[in-house]
């Protein structure tokens, strides 16, 4: 082991240096001292401190000033170890003048220079001073070890300081909101932009339960307690108030990483959604309106449709009806012209009489059916004319209340300034009467019956659910009673004809058929609103007119009137005619007559005087009746031409209108009608003419023919009655009739004799009856044929006459005029 040198400091003079030198060797100790002189002291001092002496400075006995000296060496060197050496009887003097002030410090010594003392004192003080060292040097590691460390954390801690502050900063002042909390939910951080948004500063907020802080913090304050690493995030959207509005406020929570090493806290990043919210709102509710917007407009389409529909179905019954009404009126006509020329045959009879009557009212009530049955098929004849619905009801304010009763309150109320519309005003009083009389229908008990008229405008919303209905000005007329409604069942099939919830003979369901063919036929509309219990209001709409109002003139009553004037009957239907011939005749009239247009033509060429042209509207043939009443007025000026039709054709009504100039009578009409239409247009004309024209003497014999003498008839028919009646009618009229059942014997009936006229049924068992005509008329050209059928007017060949059933005597009668003609 290397031992430490101690500096030894001695006297300065040679003798005493040696001295001590000699002494320490004596000890044992001199070869680990080196000497220095007291007078190179100071300069070595100056240099460095004695570390290769161990750090013990030893102060030899022969210094004279010892403690000066030590005072000196610790000054300059502090962490040297002194040992004081001195002769045994100096030492208490020297350790009371060290006792006084620790002015060495703390390491030094006294020792004797007697041995063994000086040896252990020595060994002492180097081992304490090698200790210090020992000690400074660990230390000396450990501060600059230290020291190291503490200047890297130093700069890191700079670094994260200097950051933190930045972001902190950063999030301080941003817009943003921002809240931290920590795991009890009191704010540690709070941002301006939170300041802001919330209306809470940023010193009240720090350190405070954020729940405290205001209502909206209650749900975020749940949330956040509610976070786990599992789920470390959370959306919270509420509304909530804020500065005395509505807010929406959107809160995102995150749990801080924080949370793994227990320290749990939140980060809230807030913001206001209201915008987004309302616009969110605002889509939504686009949204549910376009929902609305499409389900109105399906709900409009199906209601379109099922109108549609309706409408169609109404259209198919129409036609129908239309077919059916117009058979059925020349069926009338045949009865009812009958049982008029049957009349005055019958009027002293008395029970005979009264039948008579009340056939007559059967066919009355079978032609105000038929008209109704056309009006829905709107095939009514209408004669519109610009008139007032205020007027005409109060014209029919009378007629209302005696077909109301005394237990139904009627109240009108009429809108001012009420618009002209264009009506037949003839079928406008029959639909209000068959509106009010429903309505009194269905109040029993009694209530009230409005009628109310006004000036409406339809738009186009309304008229597109209606098919043919254009938007415009109307005028409305309203029905409405207090009854007891339509389910609404009832309401959708109430325009159906002969759809009634009247029991039998109460109802024939026609009323509102003719009402809603007769809004439609007049370019108008009809609408029911009814509700079960409350009540029923029927609209009719009809189009407002432009022109002025006409006052229709009354009706003509008073005796009918006849006259000599000659009259052209053009009608291709033998059994209609025979009865018009017939009724005319009766008047006192003469009459011509024709089965066409064409055959009627040649008669006017012919030259005779016709005063008056009175033709079926529908006929056959390639002439049509409007060509041929032009005709007429051409080769007859002055002449008076009178339509008559089952229902109106195109051709002389147009929308439902007739033409101008135009008269029409409907069939079917009664005798007394007839007679006042033909007395009125005559008496026109010849005022018009202002000279009135001589009758001249038909040149066609207008006289009943002659009796049909020995007119040889084979009857074919297989239904026995009909055959047997027939055969009775037919001898009635002076014929000889050979009647037969079949094809086969009327053949065998044909080759055995010979016949002016075969008359057979359309259908025959196993053979068809215009087969066997044209075969009878291959074996006897001259022979004139009549194929009869139930089916209206068969399609027979052109020289084949045609005979409709039901027939009675006068067709039959006009039949055999005719073959007698051909006969003769
Ligand atoms: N004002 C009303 N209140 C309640 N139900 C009504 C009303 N008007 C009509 N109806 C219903 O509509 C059905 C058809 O009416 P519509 O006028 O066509 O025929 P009707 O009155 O039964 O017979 P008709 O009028 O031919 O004598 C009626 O049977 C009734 O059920
Ligand atoms: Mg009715």
């Known amino acids: 082991m290397r031992m430490e040198a101690i500096l030894a400091i001695a006297a300065s003079g040679p003798e005493a240096a040696e001295a001590d030198a000699a002494r320490l060797a004596a000890q044992g100790v001199g070869a680990l001292c080196a000497f220095v002189p007291q007078a190179a002291l100071a300069q070595r001092l100056a240099v460095n401190e004695p570390a290769e002496a161990g750090g013990v400075v030893m102060l030899l006995p022969s210094l004279a000033n010892p403690l000066a000296v030590a005072r000196t060496v610790h000054a300059a060197w502090p962490q040297a170890y002194l040992l004081i050496v001195r002769a045994e009887d100096d030492l208490p003097r020297l350790r009371r003048d060290l006792g006084i002030a620790p002015m060495l410090g703390r390491q030094w010594s006294l020792a004797a220079v007697a041995e063994p003392e000086l040896t252990t004192a020595l060994r002492q003080a180097l081992a304490s001073s090698r200790q210090r060292r020992q000690l400074r040097t660990t230390l000396a590691s450990a501060n600059a070890r230290l020291r190291e460390t503490h200047a890297v954390s130093l700069g890191e801690y700079h670094r994260l300081v200097t950051s933190e502050h930045h972001l902190s900063n950063f999030l301080r002042h941003s817009q943003a909101a921002v809240l931290g909390l920590d795991a009890a939910g009191t704010v540690l951080f709070w941002s301006e932009g939170a300041a802001e948004l919330l209306g809470v500063t940023v010193r009240r907020a720090l350190g405070r339960p954020l729940a405290e802080l205001g209502d909206w913090a209650r749900e975020i304050v ?94 198919a019954i129409g036609k129908l009806t239309g077919g059916v009404a117009h058979d059925f009126n020349n069926v009338l006509q045949v009865i009812g012209s009958n049982l008029q020329l049957l009349q005055p045959l019958v009027q002293d009879a008395g029970e005979s009489e009264r039948l008579l009557r009340a056939a007559l009212a059967a066919v009355d009530r079978g032609a ?90 339809l738009d186009e919303e309304y008229t597109r659910t209606v098919p043919d209905l254009t938007p415009g000005q109307y005028v409305m007329l309203a029905v409405s009673d207090t009854g007891q409604g339509m389910p609404p069942e009832v309401a959708a099939q109430a325009f159906e004809p002969f759809f009634t919830t009247k029991p039998e003979g109460k109802g024939t369901g026609l009323g509102l058929s003719m009402a809603y063919g007769f809004a439609k036929q007049s370019g108008g509309h009809i609408r029911i609103y009814s509700e079960p219990g409350q009540g029923t209001t029927v609209k009719l709409y009809l189009p407002r007119s432009f022109e002025k109002e006409v006052i229709p003139p009354r009706h003509p009553t008073g005796p009918v009137q006849g006259g000599s004037e000659t009259i052209l009957v053009v009608e291709d239907d033998l059994a209609v005619q025979a009865v018009v011939v017939a009724t005319l005749q009766s008047l006192g009239y003469r009459v011509l007559r024709a089965s066409d247009a064409q055959a009627a033509l040649s008669i006017l060429q012919s030259g005779v005087h016709v005063d008056l042209l009175f033709t079926d509207v529908v006929m056959p043939g390639p002439l049509r009746s409007p060509e041929l009443a032009q005709r007429a007025r051409q080769l007859v000026p002055g002449i008076a031409v009178l339509f008559t039709s089952g ?43 202002r000279t009135p024209k001589p009758a001249e003497p038909a040149e066609q014999a207008d006289e009943p023919s002659s009796p049909a003498g020995a007119l040889r008839v084979l009857l074919v028919e297989d239904e026995a009655e009909l055959r047997e009646v027939t055969q009775q009618m037919l001898e009635l009229l002076g014929c000889r009739v050979q009647a037969v059942a079949s094809a086969e014997a009327a053949d065998a009936a044909l080759r055995a004799g010979s016949f002016h006229l075969l008359l057979t049924d359309i259908s025959l068992p196993g053979r068809s009856g215009l087969e066997l005509a044209r075969e009878a008329r291959a074996l006897n050209p001259e022979m004139q044929v009549v194929v009869s059928s139930g089916y209206g007017k068969a399609d027979t060949d052109a020289d084949t006459w045609n005979l409709p059933k039901p027939y009675g005597l006068p067709e039959l009668q006009s039949l055999i005029e005719r073959v007698q003609a051909t006969v003769a």
């Open 368 to 457: 105000r059916l038929s008209s109704q049955l056309l009006a829905f098929a709107r095939r009514q004849p209408l004669d519109p004319v610009p008139l007032n619905v205020g007027r005409k009801l109060h014209e029919m304010d009378d007629l209302l209340r005696r077909s109301l009763g005394e237990h139904i309150e009627v109240e009108s109320s009429l809108a001012a300034g009420l618009w002209t519309t264009l009506a037949d005003g003839g079928q406008l009083e029959n639909v209000i009467l068959n509106l009010a009389i429903n309505a009194r229908d269905a109040m029993p008990e009694g209530g009230r019956l409005t009628l109310e008229a006004a000036n409406v405008v």
């Open 647 to 689: 229902y109106t054709q195109n051709a002389i009504v147009h929308g439902g209108r007739l033409d101008p100039g135009v008269e029409l009578l409907s069939k079917p009409y009664r005798q007394e009608d007839l007679a006042r239409k033909v007395r009125h247009l005559l008496l026109l004309h010849r005022q018009q003419a």
């Open 222 to 315: 749940q949330a956040a307690t509610s976070l786990a690493p599992e789920h470390p995030r959370q959306l919270v959207e509420q509304m909530v108030h804020l500065g005395g509005q509505e807010r929406a406020l959107e809160a995102m929570l995150l749990l801080t990483p924080a949370v793994a090493a227990g320290a749990r806290g939140t980060s809230v990043v807030l913001r206001d959604v209201t915008a987004r919210r309302r616009a969110q709102d605002q889509l939504r509710e686009a949204n549910l309106q376009l929902q609305r917007l499409v389900s109105e407009r399906t709900e409009a389409l199906e209601k379109s449709q099922l109108a549609l529909l309706q409408v169609q179905k109404l259209e």
